[in-house]
T-cell receptor, first 116, second 107 residues
Framework: ETGVTQSPTHLIKTRGQQVTLRCSSQ?????VSWYQQALGQGPQFIFQ???????GRGNFPPRFSGLQFPNYSSELNVNALELDDSALYLC???????????????FGPGTRLLVL | GQNIDQPTEMTATEGAIVQINCTYQ??????LFWYQQHAGEAPTFLSY????GLEEKGRFSSFLSRSKGYSYLLLKELQMKDSASYLC????????FGAGTRLTVKP
């Protein structure tokens, strides 16, 4: 186990709804990254938070937003859900700083989101 | 463009050796990672290369050639539990993953 936790484990929503996913990082890690993994694909980078600020963003629309809290836990919010948002959402924490050195990331178990 | 390419599927026999290749084209490079992902589970870290050469860790080794944009993961003495997807990822300030190679180990 990596010490990274995520909640909930599974979630079913309908199109147009909003969802909030949560992540607690490994002790000593203040950088959290979020990924979307569709079935049969590799994880796609959504964004990263470092010291409560967004610190890099992938090719995802603004309806994907996030927060990081003083205890380094993080939330991923998705508004106006679409069917294609159905995926496994992974949170990963890493050592202090951006991924400019050995930024080995440790993944949580993920939240499986199904949008109907 | 930015690409990370690896074979979609591979099959090998228990006890054998298998090599999973990865080629990449990214705007930056701060290291290459290999992760193992069992079906329905999160990726787990296997190896990290930032300099050219071979890194060995038990039954797993990873090789990097930065000039060729190429890496491979070598798995020795294959076990049934090694059946999983293997993800190649490049750190170019953001982490970019390949689609993964699904390895099936047969008795």
């Amino acid at each position: 186990e990596t010490g990274v936790t995520q909640s909930p484990t599974h979630l079913i929503k309908t199109r147009g709804q909003q969802v909030t996913l949560r992540c607690s990082s490994q002790s000593g890690h203040n950088t959290v990254s979020w990924y979307q993994q569709a079935l049969g694909q590799g994880p796609q980078f959504i964004f990263q938070y470092y010291r409560e600020e967004e610190n890099g963003r992938g090719n995802f629309p603004p309806r994907f937003s996030g927060l990081q809290f003083p205890n380094y836990s993080s939330e991923l919010n998705v508004n106006a859900l679409e069917l294609d948002d159905s995926a496994l959402y992974l949170c990963a924490s890493s050592r202090p700083g951006r991924l400019n050195q050995d930024g080995t990331q440790y993944f949580g178990p993920g939240t499986r989101l199904l949008v109907l | 463009g930015q690409n990370i390419d690896q074979p979609t599927e591979m099959t090998a026999t228990e006890g054998a050796i298998v090599q999973i290749n990865c080629t990449y084209q990214t705007s930056g490079f701060n290291g290459l990672f290999w992760y193992q992902q069992h079906a329905g589970e999160a990726p787990t870290f296997l190896s990290y290369n930032v300099l050219d050469g071979l890194e060995e860790k038990g039954r797993f080794s990873s090789f990097l050639s930065r000039s060729k944009g190429y890496s491979y993961l070598l798995l020795k003495e294959l076990q049934m539990k090694d059946s999983a997807s293997y993800l190649c990822a490049v750190n170019d300030n953001d982490m970019r993953f390949g689609a993964g190679t699904r390895l099936t180990v047969k008795p």
